[in-house]
């Protein structure tokens, strides 16, 4: 017996976002990802709404609350990083290969969640 729904892993990233619906345009713009579940409010907001990206799914809904920090590996990271710059997102740390075996930049999207995406590169 599974203790998650089919496709879900153990562990799902939960954000408190002021615009859960700008948020999944972001994320299915700049990563590829696909809408799972959108569940409204009375008064037009969304309560909750998931998203896969890869093989991960990312939850979130509206409310006030701490600013999220995700890490993703990504086959091509510098292409997602410049689609998220091209979205709105802010840098806060440039592309690069940080010598811990990873390359990898961060970026804040508009909703305040810090994005760092990353690729292997010790190996490769």
Request: charged share 25%; aromatic share 8%.
């Amino acid at each position: 017996m599974s203790w998650e729904p089919d496709g879900y892993s153990d562990l799902s990233p939960y954000l408190l976002v002021k615009d859960a619906e700008a948020v999944l345009a972001f994320c299915e713009t700049v990563f590829g990802a696909t809408r799972l579940r959108v569940i409204p409010t009375d008064d037009g907001g969304i309560m909750h709404a998931e998203c896969r990206i890869g093989d991960s799914v990312v939850m979130m809904g509206e409310a006030d609350g701490p600013a999220a920090m995700l890490h993703l590996y990504l086959d091509d990271p510098d292409a997602a990083f410049d689609r998220a710059v091209a979205n709105g997102a802010e840098v806060i740390q440039p592309m690069m290969e940080k010598g811990d075996g990873d390359r990898r930049g961060g970026v804040r999207a508009p909703d305040g969640t810090q994005w760092y995406l990353a690729r292997q590169v010790e190996g490769d």
